[in-house]
């Protein structure tokens, strides 16, 4: 476990909290500390519900550390993107019902994030994209394979 993934326990509820402030953004560690914080909750029976938030009332996640692709490393773009996939597949395969909790932002992996889980549920000053096409990336971890069957569902006032 990682200080950058939170977890709290609450009767059959866990809940995972986005802790690298100011803006919870993902980095190799955080993505590997939510991978096996999922694989450990899987193994608990006792554990029927997770819900993901995000620390502070400003951001649930802006997304990747964009530290991480400073240097133009396309190895480096590749390990990371893997990453992302594996925490947020490992999200998705979670045996309970999943909630995301969207305290604010959520940009890029913070939504792809968000999109991993069975229910999304938002404050009302919550925002959220897909930037990365801004900064020559691309969304790695599902975005653009779950944006569209979210946005259907959700209907016109989506």
């Given at each position: 476990?990682?200080?950058?993934?939170?977890?709290?326990?609450?009767?059959?509820?866990?809940?995972?909290?986005?802790?690298?402030?100011?803006?919870?953004?993902?980095?190799?560690?955080?993505?590997?500390?939510?991978?096996?914080?999922?694989?450990?909750?899987?193994?608990?029976?006792?554990?029927?519900?997770?819900?993901?938030?995000?620390?502070?009332?400003?951001?649930?996640?802006?997304g990747?550390?964009?530290?991480?692709?400073?240097d133009?490393?396309?190895?480096n773009?590749?390990?990371?993107?893997?990453?992302?996939?594996?925490?947020?597949?490992a999200?998705?395969?979670?045996?309970?019902v999943?909630?995301?909790?969207?305290?604010?932002y959520?940009?890029?992996?913070?939504?792809e994030?968000?999109?991993?889980?069975d229910?999304r549920?938002a404050?009302?000053?919550?925002?959220?994209?897909?930037p990365e096409?801004?900064?020559?990336?691309?969304?790695?971890?599902?975005?653009?394979?779950?944006?569209?069957?979210?946005?259907?569902?959700?209907?016109?006032?989506?």
């Amino acid at each position: 476990m990682s200080e950058l993934i939170q977890l709290e326990k609450r009767g059959h509820t866990a809940i995972i909290t986005i802790n690298n402030p100011p803006a919870n953004t993902w980095t190799k560690a955080s993505l590997k500390a939510l991978e096996e914080t999922i694989e450990a909750l899987n193994a608990d029976r006792n554990i029927f519900a997770l819900v993901v938030t995000g620390q502070g009332e400003k951001f649930f996640s802006a997304g990747a550390d964009l530290k991480a692709f400073a240097d133009g490393d396309i190895g480096n773009a590749s390990v990371m993107a893997q990453a992302f996939g594996q925490a947020f597949d490992a999200l998705v395969r979670f045996r309970g019902v999943s909630i995301a909790a969207v305290n604010g932002y959520a940009m890029g992996g913070g939504l792809e994030c968000a999109l991993a889980c069975d229910i999304r549920i938002a404050e009302e000053h919550a925002q959220m994209a897909l930037p990365e096409a801004t900064v020559g990336l691309l969304p790695c971890a599902g975005g653009t394979q779950n944006l569209p069957c979210w946005s259907a569902k959700a209907g016109p006032s989506a």
